[in-house]
């Protein structure tokens, strides 16, 4: 499977000629869209959903289906009956010639005044997971790591941690439109030394075989 890594949140998958994308936001390319056969959303937050874009990708292509939580499916089922799916924890599927698991219910907690909502993670084949704006951990051996490495809601000791508890083969950055030029190698030190793991950093539009 190739793993091709966009703005901020945002990763394309590809595999038997079919592409998956996840968490198109605002921060993220607008043609990273394109071509989608699939498209999966974690959370409402419009780093990680822009209706815009995902509207264009299914106008673009008349087979594309969209899975995602009930707060976003609501925003788009009614334009496109039959290919918005709604899905929450404990949920399987395929997408485009993926199987993807559901993991987890809800967004890390950014402050106790700020009213937590629902998030999903997604682990694609059973090897590659992407955890949206928490912390989860799956009850599944995870290969590849999708790891946020920087968001109002975490600090690096608890970025470290979730490596140490994940144990995966490797770690690619994801939501690391906020984090400076001048504080990666720092984190990338730090995750590096302290996570226990292969940790890695692709800049938006490099790839990499998962």
């Known amino acids: 499977m190739k793993l091709t890594k966009k703005s901020h949140a945002c990763v394309r998958l590809e595999k038997d000629g079919r592409t998956l994308v996840l968490d198109p936001g605002m921060f993220t390319e607008e043609d990273a869209v394109l071509g989608a056969d699939a498209l999966l959303v974690t959370h409402e937050h419009a780093d ?3 209706e815009t874009r ?3 990708a299914l106008d ?3 087979a594309a289906e969209i899975w995602t939580l009930r707060s976003v499916a609501d925003r788009l089922s009614a334009a496109f009956p039959g290919r918005v799916h709604t899905v929450g924890h404990g949920d399987a ?3 485009a010639g993926f199987d993807v698991q559901v993991h987890g219910e809800l967004h890390a907690v950014i402050h106790p005044d700020i009213p937590r909502i629902t998030n999903v993670g ?4 059973g090897a590659v997971f992407h955890p949206g704006d928490a912390l989860t ?3 599944h051996p995870v290969d590849t790591l999708l790891l946020p490495v920087m968001a109002p809601w975490n600090k690096i000791s608890e ?3 979730y490596v140490r508890e994940i144990k995966p083969r490797r770690a690619y950055d994801i939501h690391d439109a906020l984090l400076t030029d001048l504080a990666r190698p720092i984190y990338d030190r730090q995750i590096g030394e302290l996570g226990g793991t292969d940790h890695r950093r692709l800049s938006s539009g490099t790839s ?3």
Request: no cysteine; net charge negative; hydrophobic share 50%.
């Open 48 to 50: 990680h959903f822009d």
């Open 54 to 56: 995902l509207r264009a």
């Open 60 to 62: 673009a292509n008349p």
């Open 93 to 95: 599927f395929t997408a």
């Open 122 to 125: 997604y682990l694609v084949d």
């Open 137 to 139: 951990v799956p009850d």
């Open 159 to 161: 970025v470290i941690d």
């Open 208 to 210: 990499a075989e998962v």
